[in-house]
């Protein structure tokens, strides 16, 4: 059993910056593609982004160029760098890797 945890979700104004963190129980980054999801109020869950073992990435086009995926397999730890933060990033963002979810953190994006 692997255990993620997402931690740095709060409040930020339009514009602002913020970075995700999600942690694993265990070393498995080496092994597996990690990914974020995100789902907004009232919406369905929606990918964000990934990063494979090699490190390469693919976003969603509503966050491309202003969100960056990194891994440190060392930590066990991805995270997510969102700059020009729009109202509509706000929802609970997820981590995902393999079958393992993490409980989520909340990004909200308001005035």
């Known amino acids: 059993q692997v255990q993620l945890v997402e931690s740095g979700g709060g409040l930020v104004q339009p514009g602002g910056s913020l970075r995700l963190s999600c942690a694993a129980s265990?070393?498995?980054?080496?092994?597996?593609?990690m990914g974020w999801y995100r789902q907004a109020p009232g919406k369905q869950r929606e990918w964000v982004t990934q990063?494979?073992?090699?490190?390469?990435?693919n976003y969603a086009d509503s966050v491309k160029g202003r969100f960056t995926i990194s891994r440190d397999n060392a930590k066990n730890t991805v995270y997510l760098q969102m700059h020009s933060l729009k109202p509509e990033d706000t929802a609970i963002y997820y981590c995902?890797?393999?079958?393992?979810w993490g409980q989520g953190t909340l990004v909200t994006v308001s005035e």
């Open positions: 995902y890797t393999y079958t393992y």
């Open positions: 990063i494979t073992t090699d490190g390469s990435t």
């Open positions: 265990r070393s498995i980054f080496s092994i597996y593609t």
